[in-house]
């Protein structure tokens, strides 16, 4: 059985890589970095004995699911598992940032995780059989800004999500939402020393605890899930922000980005 991972070059989407191939899953790994894929396709196949199939695909292209999907069956891949994990992340105010920026969020996050579901989910249903796993985040529940796109955009993925998980389930598909809070990796710019810091603390989580935790949950047929013991009650904190707090945050939050 093999596992398609979006995203797969470095950070989430490499352990969710190297995870499913220590759980014996053949691996489909996907990235906009040539060099990287390729490096990271060695290293799986080297550490754990796997079938490793690399491409290098820009998934802001509106041809790449179907591209993705004609690769897996001219290869005859028998794929049960499908992590769009694909992802970009800025902080800044709409006004100041570059269209083009907007847009690549926008194309990756609502576009290309609507077009990969569609086709694989096509896929699945013939099979009747397959898990998708749909990287969303806490931050689907916050209004704040500087990230009000980043945001607004992982709140469709979470909704689209438990609403597939509804039209799927009876095709013997299940279709998962995972909302980390903070993770550990270089998206969101924060200095090291304050990376570590914040893992200490138990406010961010390691990509690693975080892969376990969502293939657990795809696996078990969640429509979502927010993974961390104080994530869950921070949920209904963060939607009831008072104004004044969001405008505090909104002054000293630029200082923790590199």
């Not at 040539?34 to 998934?59: N, P």
């Not at 099979?127 to 796109?149: C, D, E, F, Q």
Request: aromatic share 12%; hydrophobic share 45%.
């Amino acid at each position: 059985m093999y596992a398609l991972i979006t995203g797969a070059s470095s950070g989430i989407g490499r352990c969710y890589a190297r995870e499913l191939a220590s759980q014996g899953y053949d691996v489909f790994i996907v990235s906009n970095q040539e060099r990287e894929i390729a490096e990271t396709g060695e290293e799986i196949s080297q550490d754990f004995g796997v079938k490793v199939h690399t491409m290098y695909k820009d998934l802001t292209d509106p041809a790449a699911p179907d591209e993705l999907l004609a690769y897996v069956r001219e290869n005859g891949l028998d794929l049960e598992v499908l992590v769009n994990n694909a992802g970009v992340f800025f902080f800044n105010q709409l006004i100041n940032t570059e269209w083009r920026r907007v847009e690549l969020l926008l194309s990756l996050h609502v576009m290309a995780v609507t077009k990969m579901c569609h086709v694989f989910g096509q896929y699945f249903a013939e099979k009747r059989h397959g898990y998708i796993l749909n990287m969303s985040s806490m931050s689907a529940w916050m209004t704040m800004p500087g990230i009000n796109v980043y945001n607004s955009s992982k709140a469709y993925i979470l909704n689209f999500s438990r609403s597939l998980w509804y039209e799927m389930k009876p095709l013997g598909v299940t279709v998962t939402a995972i909302c980390p809070g903070a993770v550990d990796t270089a998206l969101y710019g924060l200095a090291p020393n304050l990376r570590k810091l914040a893992v200490a603390l138990h406010v961010s989580m390691t990509p690693e605890r975080l892969v376990k935790k969502a293939l657990k949950a795809l696996f078990r047929g969640r429509k979502h899930v927010v993974p961390g013991l104080i994530n869950g009650p921070f949920v209904f904190i963060i939607k009831h922000l008072p104004d004044w707090f969001v405008f505090a945050v909104m002054k000293r939050i630029s200082q923790f980005q590199k």
